[in-house]
């Protein structure tokens, strides 16, 4: 049973580098509009998170 001498607790775990270009959230800058319905989409989703934001700080 504990002969095996597995050194599986004492090794390091690998690192996961996550370059930075893929940390930032925004779209990249540039001069294209999104289409209208992506945009009338985000606009519901934003006003959404902002009414239920407002009722956990109302009640």
Known sequence: ?????SNGATRS???CI???RRIRFAAPANDNRAPLG???R???FYLVVLALI??????
């Open 1 to 5: 049973m504990g002969t095996g001498g």
């Open 13 to 15: 775990p690998t690192a």
């Open 18 to 20: 996550v370059p930075a």
């Open 38 to 40: 992506r945009r009338i």
């Open 42 to 44: 985000r606009a519901i």
């Open 54 to 59: 407002a009722a956990v700080v109302l009640l």
